[in-house]
């Protein structure tokens, strides 16, 4: 939950519900729920429509629980199972899109990345720098704090821009965390 005073960013209930698939898929919604305070696990009983912007931060504590149970990677894992097992099919148009006019390379996805994420969230920005031909580095930052658990789930999340390409050997670095929180710089390369 968000500290007093703390901003969050905000999200719709789908973002939301597409974490409580991932967590189904990785048999991991009753441990963690059992974990959560109260008001998000009403929340996993109960999701929000679709569409519905949640007012509360109750993604931070689902990857909290995740991060306590199966550490970073587990979070990671999370991240792109959550994406890939819902969101994804809002994503792939756009994505497809993108790869039509600009080429079927992760690059050009991690290129557009603001736009790919504007219809989910607020508060987010990203900034993509190409390195080479088959790396570069992503810049995620976020109006309000995001904390290491936040940006392992992006990083797995990030993931999925590879299968897009049909690339099998990407990697995402960990984020090196800056601007107190704001800002997570992942070298990415395939």
Known sequence: MQKSGQQFRKYT???????????EMLGLRAEVRQRVPAPVAKLMDTPPLHSAWVDIDAVSPLLHA?????????????GYEATR?????????????VTMLSGKTPSA????????????????????????????????RSASTLDTASFAAWEGTLLLLFDECDVTTGTISPAVISEQGHVGTMHVQW
Do not use: I
Request: proline share 3%.
């Open 85 to 97: 097992g819902t969101t994804l099919k809002f994503l792939k148009p756009q994505m497809q899109t």
């Open 66 to 78: 995740v991060m306590n149970l199966k550490g970073r990677e587990g979070v990671r894992r999370l």
């Open 109 to 140: 996805l991690f290129a557009a990345m603001d736009s790919l994420c504007r219809p989910f969230f607020t508060g987010l920005s990203f900034r993509w720098t190409r390195e080479s031909h088959r790396s570069g580095t992503l810049e995620l």
């Open 13 to 23: 209930g789908s973002l939301f519900r597409s974490y409580l698939s991932g967590l």
